[in-house]
């Protein structure tokens, strides 16, 4: 309905409980104290109790697009490939959530439908500090949706294109976080199939920081020094990926503009038989990502999606270190192994990733103040003369008995006993 009165505004946000139920008092307090619909809209912006996003809706009299299913629209919050993104709150249990519409020609054939509600429930099996979880999934009208965990924070794309190459501890530590949440996945049977810095997002959430502390995935953390924490990776978008690998008959989605997944971090098999890759294509797609975090840089970047899909197949892994010299021999090796041509040729799982990033990655998950109180421990002995220092100390004791037997003779002599 188009913004006519306060009256009737009143009344929308009230009806829709676009407004919480806990604030309607305030609703109504502040609309005694306007006489224009605008200006009393703005005010609602102003303290609060709507979004600048909600407010456009409503102006331009599409309130009705506001609510979809049991959820509230509040922010429009990014588009993509499969549908759009939205920050809503669940009206009955009032869940902050990330509310994902696929768009309607992905979910147009039967199969498609079938093939979502399988990886849903699939996602729905994932507990775990760095993935995001998965609350629910329905349809309302000809709309497929899916409601996840809310995360606050900054994509890695972002991170990097806003601070350039990361530090190479941090880089670790955050692909490191990554591999332990993509086990945990492909325990359960699900491959992400689009692993990127994009879908992988660093939240400085404190709450956060403590469940990763007490669930073990951050061993260097001591919960009383969560302050200094640097943030947690949480994975994105798991089994939402397919959905975007496949035409509705089951082929690979070739045509330029229409190609899915993330051509800059596609595994080789992936392009070729996408319906039959295994936990080795996220492998590929991490190591492509820890490439992208120490170099600020696409493994692959010029050319069309077709194009760079070649070069994944045919081409060269590049090195990291003819980009970023001081990158540490092994990690460069580790980085060019997880993204070798043939799966068998990889890291095996994402399990050894996280293990092997973390000699490079340790410093990172430590606290400022720990990294501060580290003092360099005492050399010890050499074999040569560990191995003799119990000659030593017996000389060492049979002289402190002479020297004590001596000096009681000197006494007694002294006092003539």
């Known amino acids: 309905m188009a913004v006519n009165s306060v009256a009737d505004l009143c009344g929308l946000l009230r009806q829709r ?29 102003d303290r609060g109790l709507l979004t600048a996003w909600q407010a456009e809706v409503i102006e331009e009299g599409r309130d009705s697009e506001l609510q979809i299913g049991s959820y509230l629209l509040l922010e429009r919050l990014g588009e993509g490939g499969m549908g759009v993104v939205y920050k809503a709150r669940h009206l009955v249990m009032g869940r902050i959530v990330a509310l994902k519409v696929i768009r309607r ?18 996602a729905a099996r994932i507990s775990h500090p760095n993935v995001v979880l998965a609350y629910d999934a329905d349809r309302f009208g ?9 995360v606050s924070g900054i994509d890695l794309g972002r991170l990097v294109r806003k601070r350039g190459p990361l530090p190479v501890d941090e880089a670790c530590e955050y692909v490191r976080q990554a591999a332990l949440g993509l086990q945990h996945a492909h325990d359960c049977g699900l491959v992400h199939r689009d692993i990127k810095p994009a ?15 007490l669930s073990g995935v951050l061993s260097g953390m001591k ?6 924490f640097q943030g947690v990776i949480k994975i994105m978008d798991l089994g939402l990926a397919r959905l975007q ?3 509705d008959d089951g082929n690979r989605i070739t045509l330029e503009g229409l190609i899915v997944g993330t051509p800059d971090f596609l595994a080789p098999e992936q392009a070729r038989h996408s319906s039959s890759v295994d936990a080795r294509a996220d492998i590929y797609g991490l190591g492509g990502t820890l490439f992208f975090l120490l170099t600020a840089r696409l493994p692959f970047p010029d050319g069309t999606p077709t194009e760079k899909i070649l070069k994944h197949a045919t081409f060269p892994v590049p090195d990291v270190k003819s980009f970023r010299p001081d990158v540490p021999s092994g990690l460069a090796v580790l980085a060019h192994k997880m993204m070798a041509k043939a799966p068998k040729d990889r ?27 580290t003092t360099p421990a005492e050399p010890r002995p050499t074999a040569k003369w560990a191995s003799r220092g119990w000659i030593w100390r017996i000389v060492l004791g049979l002289a402190a008995v002479c020297l004590i037997g001596g000096g009681i003779g000197l006494v007694l002599w002294a006092i003539g006993i």
């Open 17 to 45: 409980e676009i407004v919480e139920p806990v604030r309607h008092d305030e609703l109504e307090l502040l609309a005694a104290t306007h006489a224009d619909a605008k200006a009393f809209l703005k005010d609602l912006v």
């Open 199 to 213: 879908n992988l997002v660093l939240t400085l959430a404190k709450g956060e920081a403590l469940r990763a502390s």
């Open 347 to 373: 890291v095996q799982t994402a399990a050894e990733v996280a293990s092997a990033l973390e000699r490079f990655s340790l410093e990172a998950a430590l606290p400022i103040p720990m990294r501060e109180r």
């Open 245 to 247: 690998e496949l035409d």
């Open 142 to 150: 000809d709309l497929h949706f899916f409601a996840m965990e809310f």
């Open 223 to 228: 919960l009383n020094s969560l302050d200094c």
């Open 105 to 122: 020609e992905r979910l147009i054939k039967a199969e498609a439908v079938r093939r979502f509600q399988r990886e849903i429930q699939l």
